[in-house]
T-cell receptor, first 115, second 112 residues
Framework: EAGVAQSPRYKIIEKRQSVAFWCNPI?????LYWYQQILGQGPKLLIQ????????DSQLPKDRFSAERLKGVDSTLKIQPAKLEDSAVYLC?????????????FGPGTRLTVT | KQEVTQIPAALSVPEGENLVLNCSFT??????LQWFRQDPGKGLTSLLL?????REQTSGRLNASLDKSSGRSTLYIAASQPGDSATYLC???????????FGPGTRLSVLP
């Protein structure tokens, strides 16, 4: 079974530029999560999708961050414009829906550096 | 608001020792608790998941326990090996996989 795929693995941009990250969850996983992990901290949930609907985006900085999962499969997270404090690893995770334990499986992450 | 803490922040032990990592959470109304391992520059690997109705889960040399009423979980690693060196994170979740909150992690070094 293929794992969670993310691209790119690394990205360096200047502040005020825009950037997009892509995630493809494990096949059949209805729930998809995006997390931000700042160096030395645990991941922080940004947004949770169930199929193509948003379940929780309470911690997503909506003035600059956006995310979509149009067909209920892969997802894109965008930052526009980027700030220095957005430098972090962006992790995508997925889990099965009902009838499961909601165990989360993570991708390798995208390391973003904003200069 | 759920808060998760982990003690200690870092731990260094000689190979072969048994060790315990601690995780505490402030709101006991959780659906599950998951322990992860993170190697430098890598994503998270799920180690064990405990449902709120369970008291413990075991996988190989790992045993995780959950005391929901006191807001605590422990991860026990038996006969530690250098390959166990990594950061260990716990996270608690609410119903329907929502409100997943991570602790800051414990950085473990197992010395040969």
């Amino acid at each position: 079974e293929a794992g969670v795929a993310q691209s790119p693995r690394y990205k360096i941009i200047e502040k005020r530029q825009s950037v997009a990250f892509w995630c493809n969850p494990i096949s059949g996983h209805a729930t998809l999560y995006w997390y931000q992990q700042i160096l030395g901290q645990g991941p922080k949930l940004l947004i949770q999708f169930q199929n193509n609907g948003v379940v929780d985006d309470s911690q997503l900085p909506k003035d600059r961050f956006s995310a979509e999962r149009l067909k209920g499969v892969d997802s894109t997270l965008k930052i526009q414009p980027a700030k220095l404090e957005d430098s972090a690893v962006y992790l995508c995770a997925s889990s099965l829906l009902a009838g499961s334990s909601y165990e989360q499986y993570f991708g390798p992450g995208t390391r973003l550096t904003v200069t | 608001k759920q808060e998760v803490t982990q003690i200690p922040a870092a731990l260094s032990v000689p190979e072969g020792e048994n060790l315990v990592l601690n995780c505490s959470f402030t709101d006991s109304a959780i659906y599950n608790l998951q322990w992860f391992r993170q190697d430098p520059g890598k994503g998270l690997t799920s180690l064990l998941l405990i449902q709120s109705s369970q008291r413990e889960q075991t996988s190989g040399r790992l045993n995780a326990s959950l005391d929901k009423s006191s807001g605590r979980s422990t991860l026990y690693i038996a006969a530690s090996q250098p390959g166990d060196s990594a950061t260990y994170l716990c996270a608690v979740g609410g119903p329907y996989g929502q409100n997943f909150v991570f602790g800051p992690g414990t950085r473990l070094s197992v010395l040969p």
